[in-house]
């Protein structure tokens, strides 16, 4: 027996106010792995994602979660799909008067109506696991950048989601920072085996914990593999792709290294 794709996309387009941004966008996203879609600014990662985590109707398209047309999803069913995922944004997106324990109780209490205790109980748990058990009571604005992300990503992670979705772990974050979230993200992948979808631009974040990637271009699919897979694609823009944004990539860390030094 096959065993079945977690999310299938197929033949995806998409339209901010009647301009397209996405074109027949198609590939799977196999369940346990990690998925990193990566392209430059503007290619269409988060509209992507968007569509993905039901935030933007697929039509023309398709998704399909677990073999389930996620365009004819009743409100119930997406309502359960919700349930099933997690989503880390790009800024964190904590609410910035409720104190780190209190972001994370959010989605126990939206979603379930488990006692204050479990939820307590619940989110020590989530803390514990992103190495935050110090900072419950914390405020969002006593946090450094990544100290915010794995904040978030407690909060992304509240619902024991089976599914979870990042978008650019690693922006706004030093290199170190950047380094610490991607084990964690591979620790969830390995301990809690969840399907992971990550967006980045960052390339070696990005081939440190992808299974499987996506490289995007111009909101078209450029092409899809393995890590290995797509080192050794010979395409001519994927080829220009890589090669710039190690280059870029690398005056970054060069650049946070001089200010670093020059302190
Ligand atoms: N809310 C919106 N309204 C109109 N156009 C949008 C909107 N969001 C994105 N776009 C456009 O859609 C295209 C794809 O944007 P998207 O944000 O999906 O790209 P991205 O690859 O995630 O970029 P970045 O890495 O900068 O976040 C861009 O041309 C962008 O200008």
């Known amino acids: 027996m096959t065993s079945l794709n977690m999310i299938d996309i197929k033949g995806l387009n998409s339209y901010y106010k009647g301009r397209q941004v996405l074109f027949d966008v198609r590939f799977s996203i196999p369940g346990r792995q990690v998925t990193v879609i990566m392209g430059r600014s503007g290619c269409g990662k988060t509209t992507l994602l968007r569509h993905l985590i039901g935030l933007k109707p697929t039509a023309p398209g398709q998704i399909f979660i677990e073999g389930n047309d996620l365009g004819k999803f009743s409100g119930e069913s997406m309502e359960a799909y919700r349930r099933r995922i997690g989503v880390l944004f790009q800024s964190g997106a904590l609410f910035n008067s409720l104190s780190v324990s209190q972001n994370i109780a959010v989605p126990l209490k939206v979603h379930t109506r488990l006692p204050d205790e479990t939820i307590g109980i619940m989110t020590l748990i989530k803390l514990n696991l992103v190495g935050l058990s110090d900072f419950g009571d914390y405020m969002p604005s006593q946090l450094s950048g990544g100290m915010r992300k794995r904040a978030g990503l407690a909060r992304a992670l509240a619902m024991d989601p089976e599914i979870l979705f990042v978008d650019e772990p690693s922006s706004g974050l030093d290199p170190i920072t950047a380094a610490g979230l991607d084990d964690l993200i591979l620790e969830l992948r390995d301990t809690l085996r969840m399907t992971i979808i990550v967006v980045t631009h960052e390339l070696e974040s990005a ?46 860390t060069e650049k946070y290294l001089n200010r670093l030094l020059s302190r």
């Open 207 to 252: 081939f440190k914990i992808a299974d499987q990637m996506v490289v995007m271009d111009h909101g078209r699919l450029l092409a899809s593999g393995t890590p290995e897979e797509i080192r050794n694609n010979r395409d001519e823009t994927v080829v220009r792709f890589l090669e710039r944004e190690a280059d870029e990539q690398q005056a970054g």
